[in-house]
């Protein structure tokens, strides 16, 4: 079974810093782009983040820009989001996405999605 396993979510307090890690396990995707994206209470999901394969180019949203970084070590498919000066208005479920993943057996492209975890920024 396929699955992206988010973890490092938790209570922090503003200005404070944060790590995420996200498991990739199943299958391998370091062929592949991955990212972050997030859910604040009443709002849509939006990006945050992505990284190609073998970490090549990387893409942030403008309003997290210089505050945080995604990274990839594709010999454990884990994808990593360091979060740092953590504001109240971070606060979200963090979630992690590989789109466009091809499945031989679908013959077809797959969106992989975890279920996410919760970041609370206190001020």
């Known amino acids: 079974q396929v699955q992206l396993v988010e973890s490092g979510g938790g209570l922090v307090q503003a200005g404070g810093s944060l790590r995420l890690s996200c498991a990739a396990s199943?299958?391998?995707?370091?062929?592949?782009?991955m990212g972050w994206y997030r859910q604040a209470p009443g709002k849509e999901r939006e990006f945050v983040a992505s990284?190609?394969?073998?970490?090549?180019?990387?893409d942030y949203a403008d309003s997290v820009k210089g505050r945080l970084t995604i990274s990839r070590n594709d010999a454990t498919d884990t994808v990593y989001l360091r979060m740092n000066s953590l504001k109240p208005e971070n606060s979200a479920i963090y979630y992690c996405?590989?789109?466009?993943?091809?499945?031989?057996?679908?013959?077809?492209?797959?969106?992989?999605w975890g279920k996410g975890t919760l970041v609370n920024v206190s001020s």
């Open positions: 996405n590989a789109p466009g993943v091809f499945v031989t057996e679908l013959a077809s492209t797959v969106d992989y």
């Open positions: 199943g299958r391998t995707f370091s062929h592949y782009t």
């Open positions: 990284i190609t394969w073998s970490g090549g180019m990387v």
